[in-house]
Nanobody, 126 residues
Framework: QVQLVESGGGLVQAGGSLRLSCSAS????????MGWSRQAPGNRRELVAA???????NYADSVKGRFTISRDSAKNTMYLQMNSLKPEDTAVYYC????????????????????WGKGTLVTVSS
């Protein structure tokens, strides 16, 4: 099974930025839909950013305009650039393999989460 290892989490003040990284084994970033999901205490896991194998991207409304997902297939690494962070962004963030049937999904709801790494904690202080 492909391994997904997240890094880059930490403590940041509101308005600040962080960049998360996901190191993936194999060529999964080029051949599968991938994304970042998050789970805050007491909440269910939510998908916040995704891309298809063809490079089409989608974002949850809560992060649109602030977060950017990207990948470097040569390095087998995926990123999540998070700007203008808010306290409500506090959560464990997971690199996530996704399932999707559409070439151009309309929203993150069109993806299903398949499996994910162990996560990295992001804490945004007010």
């Amino acid at each position: 099974q492909v391994q997904l290892v997240e890094s880059g989490g930490g403590l940041v003040q509101a308005g600040g930025s962080l960049r998360l990284s996901c190191s993936a084994s194999g060529s999964i970033l080029s051949t599968h839909a991938m994304g970042w999901s998050r789970q805050a205490p007491g909440n269910r896991r939510e998908l916040v950013a995704a891309f298809t194998s063809g490079g089409h991207t989608n974002y949850a409304d809560s992060v649109k305009g602030r977060f950017t997902i990207s990948r470097d297939s040569a390095k087998n690494t995926m990123y999540l650039q998070m700007n203008s962070l808010k306290p409500e962004d506090t959560a464990v963030y997971y690199c996530t393999k996704l399932l999707v049937r559409m070439l151009t999904p309309r929203t993150v709801s069109d993806y299903a989460m398949d499996y994910w790494g162990k996560g990295t904690l992001v804490t945004v202080s007010s």
